[in-house]
């Protein structure tokens, strides 16, 4: 070959280094595995269904039984009865009939009368009273566990998501905030960002608004996430196809790829 075809060579791989598949065929495939996907899954609804229904049916049940056997008050109005009846089954003092068997009338009945106002009445409020406070720090400890269980869910949602800053809609501003930065844009609207070859932002357009999804490396545009971070329960997540979504935050969504931070997507109004 000349030196004249390693030019043409070159100019030729020059005007197609950007070239990528268009949109037509991303959403062709998007929609043949969105159909893959849900021909596998929609057998296993009705089990899957069926399965969610009976355990929280039993988990409601199971609840209700703990909490009407556990109940304070129900405690503390069983032991009160308990305790009264016990003390009006207290027999009256043996000594004091036959001392006073051979008394006259008089004196008997003198000694007999305070002996019967004495008897312990007033024993069953103040246990009643005693009870109630000891079910009193109960409750306040039930209530601070509830607190600082929402507490523990708030604070652990912040240690994924510190900052998500306002970001450009535009490829031009995009590229202004950092140098080194390279963009491609679709036929669709759709930009691509990338930092050393490594893709780091898509922002997307609808017709809310604007979507952006943020992958490692985007904190040079002010994203600061944890990507190592991990939540305590996947139990409020969705189901890992092809990536599991958990609620970050109530404007943050976070993609695990199995137990893996893999990006984070949030959407911005097009007004902003």
Not at 150 to 176: C, G, H, K, W, Y
């Amino acid at each position: 070959m000349s030196e004249q075809d390693d030019l043409k060579l070159a100019a030729l791989y020059k005007e197609t280094r950007n070239e990528e598949p268009s949109a037509e065929l991303d959403r062709q495939i998007h929609n043949a595995a969105s159909r893959a996907i849900y021909q596998k899954s929609r057998h296993w609804f009705w089990r899957f269904s069926t399965a969610a229904v009976v355990l929280l049916s039993f988990s409601v049940v199971l609840n209700l039984l703990v909490n009407e056997m556990d109940s304070p008050e129900k405690l503390i109005e069983e032991q009160v009865l308990s305790e009264s009846m016990d003390l009006s089954r207290v027999p009256e003092p043996v000594a004091e009939e036959e001392s006073t068997a051979g008394a006259p009338a008089g004196f008997g009945a003198s000694r007999e009368a305070p002996a019967r106002s004495q008897a312990p009445a007033p024993a069953a409020p103040a246990a009643r009273k005693e009870k109630k406070l000891s079910a009193e720090p109960m409750l306040r400890q039930r209530i601070l566990a509830e607190d600082s269980a929402v507490a523990s869910i708030a604070a652990d949602a912040l240690q994924a998501v510190q900052e998500i800053p306002r970001l450009p809609v535009a490829l031009d501003d995009l590229l202004d905030r950092v140098d080194g930065l390279r963009g491609v844009e679709r036929a669709d609207g759709t930009i691509n960002l990338y930092h050393r070859d490594k893709l780091i932002l898509r922002v997307r357009p609808d017709s809310d608004g604007v979507d952006f999804m943020a992958w490692p490396g985007a904190e040079v545009l002010g994203v600061r996430v944890n990507w190592a971070y991990q939540p305590e329960s996947f139990n409020r997540c969705s189901q890992p196809v092809p990536y599991r979504r958990c609620e970050l935050t109530s404007q943050v969504d976070g993609f695990f790829e199995g137990e893996r931070l893999d990006h984070i997507r949030w959407s911005q109004p097009a007004s902003e």
